[in-house]
């Protein structure tokens, strides 16, 4: 069963920064693109970023563009989110997810494309 488990979500004031992480189990984690999402509350679920398997391509969401890094240590099955600069409107949990296809080259940025789903970790930004 594949299993991600996020961390590093927390209380942080606007203008402050925080580092997501997320570990990947039982897959073979360097074939597989990864994403980042979050989901405000009584909002749906929204990209993020994105990063291809080897850590080459990397996309964001025009609205965390130049404030969100997404890395990935491939040698530790795991997925990073930098986020600086927060503001109050970042608030909200965030997820990480593979993507479906193995070796996937394509930018995906929809919820459907990716398959497993970490719990989430919570950010909330103060003003």
């Known amino acids: 069963q594949v299993q991600l488990v996020e961390s590093g979500g927390g209380l942080v004031q606007a203008g402050g920064s925080l580092r997501l992480s997320c570990a990947v189990s039982?897959?073979?984690?360097?074939?597989?693109?990864m994403g980042w999402f979050r989901q405000a509350p009584g909002k749906e679920r929204e990209f993020v970023a994105y990063i291809n398997w080897s850590g080459s391509s990397t996309s964001y969401a025009d609205s965390v563009k130049g404030r969100f890094t997404i890395s990935r240590d491939n040698a530790k099955d795991t997925v990073y989110l930098q986020m600086n600069s927060l503001k109050p409107e970042d608030t909200a949990v965030y997820y990480c997810?593979?993507?479906?296809?193995?070796?996937?080259?394509?930018?995906?940025?929809?919820?459907?494309?990716?398959?497993?789903w970490g719990q989430g970790t919570p950010v909330t930004v103060s003003s």
């Open positions: 997810a593979t993507d479906r296809d193995r070796l996937n080259t394509v930018v995906r940025t929809t919820v459907r494309a990716y398959d497993y």
């Open positions: 039982e897959r073979t984690f360097s074939y597989y693109a």
